[in-house]
């Protein structure tokens, strides 16, 4: 009798935490919500709009992309908004804070952080902001980083999903492709030494896994490789300094630095 009642207060106590739980993960969604709508757009934000909304996709992946440094996967999802759907503009913002809100609701239910740190994470800066408000495809990499580090947790039992979520995040953005690349690094240090053991369909998981991952990491280089006339033009159009350029990526990998830290407590 005090064995049930214990447990019966255990779950009620688990229940009132979860609900602590999605009241801090949907004020913190209102919260991000109305920052997109006062929000006025930058220039690079109407950049992907207008690229996946006026080009064919086979000439965006193949040929623009090039240009601009960035890989896939935000182009992708754009494209049929623009051209399927007909969304105006005025939805991109909500469209980035939809993937950042799923990827607050993936650090504050799945974290194996305590409960405030989460909170407090969630609520920083780049996460209700930055990561959310701002809508980039930044907007998919807490979504699919944090996805990624709760799958790696559980080893051969997950691995295509974990091979699914890291080459999606490659496909997110230069500082995406890093950070997947270092976790199937770890992962495989983690996972080859099983190779030869029983069940059979562990290596089935480990080669089809490995089979996505690398069909991803070609696919990022074929689109994010630059072609011959890049520097030529930017030289025309002075937009191009290796200094500016160096300066600008030490300054954006401050912030990548906050998910890969987050990353490597996972890891452990």
Not at 82 to 90: A, I
Request: net charge positive; hydrophobic share 55%; with cysteine.
């Amino acid at each position: 009798m005090t064995t049930d009642l214990r447990q019966i207060a255990s779950l009620n106590a688990k229940r009132r935490l979860s609900l602590v739980d999605l009241s801090v993960l949907m004020s913190l969604a209102c919260i991000i919500l109305y920052t997109v709508s006062k929000h006025e757009p930058w220039a690079d934000e109407a950049q992907s709009w207008l690229i996946a909304r006026d080009l064919p996709y086979s000439r965006m992946i193949f040929s623009e992309l090039r240009y601009e440094g960035h890989p896939a996967l935000w182009y992708t999802i754009l494209w049929p908004l623009g051209h399927v759907f007909k969304l105006p503009y005025e939805f991109l913002g909500y469209i980035g804070a939809t993937f950042a809100i799923a990827g607050l609701a993936v650090l504050i239910f799945l974290a194996p952080f305590p409960r405030l740190v989460r909170y407090l994470i969630a609520s920083s800066f780049f996460f209700a902001y930055e990561y959310a408000a701002v809508a980039r495809s930044y907007n998919l990499l807490p979504l699919l980083a944090f996805l990624a580090a709760y799958l790696f947790r559980h080893g051969l039992s997950r691995v295509v999903g974990f091979a699914i979520a890291i080459a999606l995040l490659i496909q997110v953005s230069v500082h995406g492709a890093l950070i997947g690349v270092v976790m199937l690094a770890f992962y495989g240090l983690r996972v080859f030494p099983q190779w030869s053991q029983p069940p059979s369909h562990n290596r089935r998981g480990i080669v089809t896994g490995a089979l996505i991952a690398t069909i991803s990491l070609v696919v990022f280089v074929l689109v994010v490789y630059p072609p011959a006339d890049a520097k030529a033009l930017a030289d025309a159009t002075e937009s191009f300094s290796l200094t500016s350029h160096l300066a600008l990526t030490a300054a954006s990998l401050v912030s990548a630095s906050q998910i890969l830290c987050l990353l490597v407590v996972y890891f452990c």
